[in-house]
């Protein structure tokens, strides 16, 4: 079994390129201790907690490794923020190798974790967070391999509460909104780097939230009900919810799945 | 409470230079689930299992970081070439960094404990080794934060013999024993490359503990007895010790202390 931590972004900003490798984003991230799991099937295709699931993204590794299926285990939801898609590509391209006995080197099977995802859109920064582990700065964009990060190891634990799905593709697309995610996210990266603390990172990521334009009102009031009683919250990107240092008090007075998990720096473990 | 994995050298060859930063290691070597775990302290200096001991090494680490003391837990044999005084260090820059709140950049923390190794002349490579995890081919010496890896996972157990201590300085003083080391560490990094399994880890890294003139008759004694009950074995550098795959039979028949644990990719845990 192989597993992959889930990995939330905080703050990005994205880079297009058509060139897959060249593809990703600027941003900081993290990696807790929940996330996906994988087993090598000798069934056909991808099984999600034990349903056959069409999902291009995994099924992009299984056909670049020559791995038959996968069975995929994980109790974080999906299209919400979590970087499932990220960890799911991941975490398979890591056991067919060991299944196949291929003695590929660990970035070759990140890369082509990051590059099914650039292709079929499902994230830009996920893999290279998770290939490193912990909180994640991502300072120049790519695929794990060609990327360049800071990694800051931390033993907090974080809330989150899931508000809903938020659609990826519509929001990246949209022209206007895009320009404006990434001038707040190269600012709010620079501002972190400054002081990278994880209470430095909430500031700036609940700044990005606001000046990108990403939060809606609900977002807003979660993240402003956790500071009204101590904590420290923003928004998940991207979905519908807030990740918060104390939040769970706060997170009472609304709808919504809420979980704990630890931030972790060991993201991939056998 | 700090984690970080013993390192096991199986190839290598010294680069040494003025500066600590460039100074290191070419070679492979792999990270297991044992090692040595660090909390950081109100007694001022370096406790080692309750006792508290001289470890400039480490010292050096505390004096850079303004650390206090560090209190050291290990089931490893010290100076056998597990890697403990790397581990050592590594895990109490981590634990200085979060006890204080220095927000450093783990390649930052690790870079330190390298120079740290350097300069007390106790390791070359292991800091990079247990920087990155799992089965680790360093192609560029120098620090963690200069150096250049292809790292692998893998699942395997590996069985240990312990038969002695090793004078590391002595070995590496001699400037004939450095040269056939290097000419023959060059060769079998190379070799590996070409094939980076488990397995022809193995056979490289016992033939350079021929070629490098390191392992003395019993060490090829253990290692013949293991591969003919179908094994495979090899010599820990620096250290009268030996590393195998299904060892724990022939080990039998020798003297000294064994014990097993799992290559991990994780080496750095919280």
Known sequence: MT???ASITAIFSTKIDRDPKKAGSYGVGFTVDMGVEARASEKNGV???GERVSFPTVEHVLERLGGKGVDLRTRLPVSCGFGVSGASALATAVE???QKGLNLPFFRLADIAHEAEVV???GLGDVVTQSFGG????VRPGSPSKSRVERFLSR?????LVLGQMPTKEVLGDEVKRRSINQAGKKRLKEFLKKPSLENLFVQAKKFSLESGLADDEIVDVIEAV???GGLA???MLGRSVFALNGKGAFEEFGGDSFSARITGCSVRL
Do not use: G, H, Q
Not at 135 to 138: D, G
């Open 3 to 5: 597993f992959v931590s």
């Open 47 to 49: 099984f999600l907690n």
């Open 96 to 98: 067919i190798s060991l």
């Open 120 to 122: 079929n859109r499902t």
């Open 135 to 138: 909180i994640v700065a991502r």
């Open 156 to 160: 907090a634990e974080v809330d989150f």
């Open 227 to 229: 500071e009204s009683r």
């Open 234 to 236: 923003s928004m998940v």
